[in-house]
């Protein structure tokens, strides 16, 4: 069982910052991609962010020079650092991971439970 936790979503002002953490815990092998996505209300789910293990990094047009993605492999933890928000970026952000949990066993995609971030203009 694996379980990812976020924190670190909450309300803030155009041209604030907020910064998201995602942990994973639980029966873990190995992690390979982890990123955040958010969904805006009436909208597809859509990547914001994405960071591999190796350090790759890949970020939407409409996050890059405001947003950067970071993890810390000994922690299982990705973070989100955002700033410049506007009120477009609200959304319920979620994390993901790509998630190997022992070394006979696959590769599944995880995702946490969601964290509102809203931005007031």
């Known amino acids: 069982q694996v379980q990812l936790v976020e924190s670190g979503g909450g309300l803030v002002q155009a041209g604030g910052s907020l910064r998201l953490s995602c942990a994973a815990s639980?029966?873990?092998?190995?992690?390979?991609?982890m990123g955040w996505y958010r969904q805006a209300p009436g909208k597809q789910r859509e990547l914001v962010a994405s960071?591999?293990?190796?350090?790759?990094?890949n970020y939407a047009d409409s996050v890059k020079g405001r947003f950067t993605i970071s993890r810390d492999n000994a922690k299982n933890t990705v973070y989100l650092q955002m700033n410049s928000l506007k009120p477009e970026d609200t959304a319920v952000y979620y994390c993901?991971?790509?998630?190997?949990?022992?070394?006979?066993?696959?590769?599944?995609?995880?995702w946490g439970q969601g964290t509102q971030v809203t931005v007031s203009s």
């Open positions: 993901n991971a790509a998630i190997r949990h022992t070394i006979v066993t696959g590769t599944y995609n995880h």
């Open positions: 960071i591999s293990s190796s350090g790759r990094l």
């Open positions: 639980g029966s873990i092998f190995s992690i390979y991609v």
